[in-house]
């Protein structure tokens, strides 16, 4: 079986690289700059790599659905950025650089390639519980909170636009991790968010479409 992982150079990205392979699927990882720890995994097993795709511009975008082989079977878009602000001091090109990055970027980059997942395959999209409406209780992060909301947007006008294909939409918080993305802070590792996250998309069916979970099995709200 055949998997691609866009933002698979570090942290969760290359948690779900190891547990596909780990697992016994071909992965195909896409990333902006190939980083030690992904070309390690190259030696032995089925690891393709495409580096220098910036999933934010319409020429890489072309490339990578170039690249693709057809038949694939899921496709998990996990490139994302965070940028710390607060209600005293926002930066609207930090905010508009959220938004392209983790909610337009995956639009694009999946309205490219879905033609190359087969029927009944799956497509992930890494998002946070950070973009629940319901969830919010603590204020702030405006930027990354409506990026991640905006996503989820996506993902459910997805699984509408895809039901005729039979492709499966699915919003997944990898929950609190100990990532360079938080500094290193967080509830859990990177091998238990990405261990929780690969059992989700196994377990998903097509009926669970445009539906959002948390690592740990739960379903979150909106």
């Known amino acids: 079986m055949k998997v691609v992982i866009i933002g698979a150079n570090r942290g969760i990205g290359l948690g779900l690289v190891k547990q596909y392979l780990r697992h016994g699927w071909e992965v195909i990882a896409v990333c902006r700059s190939e980083s030690e720890q992904l070309s390690s995994l190259q030696v032995d097993s089925e690891l393709t790599i495409l580096s220098g795709i910036d999933v934010t511009k319409e020429q890489d975008r072309q490339q990578l659905r170039e690249a693709l082989p057809s038949q694939i079977d899921q496709l ?27 909610a337009l970027s995956p639009l694009q980059t999946i309205q ?10 799956k497509i992930g999209i890494i998002t946070s519980r950070m973009g629940s409406i319901e969830d919010n209780t603590s204020g702030g992060m405006y930027g990354y909170r409506m990026s991640k909301a905006a996503v989820n947007m996506v ?12 492709l499966g939409v699915y919003l997944l918080h990898p929950g609190y991790v ?6 290193g ?3 859990i590792t990177v ?7 690969y059992q989700k998309m196994q377990e998903l069916s097509f009926s669970q479409t445009g539906t959002f979970w948390h690592t740990d099995g739960t379903q979150l709200s909106w």
């Open 191 to 197: 091998e238990q968010s990405s261990a929780g996250l």
């Open 112 to 121: 490219q390639v879905y033609l190359k997942l087969k029927s009944g395959g």
């Open 178 to 183: 100990q990532t360079d993305m938080t500094g």
């Open 76 to 102: 998990i878009h996990n490139a994302g950025i965070l940028r710390r602000d607060s209600l005293r001091m926002i930066d609207e090109k930090a905010v508009i650089e959220q938004f392209i990055v983790n």
């Open 155 to 166: 993902g459910k006008g997805l699984a509408e636009d895809l039901k005729d294909t039979q």
């Open 185 to 187: 802070q967080g509830y």
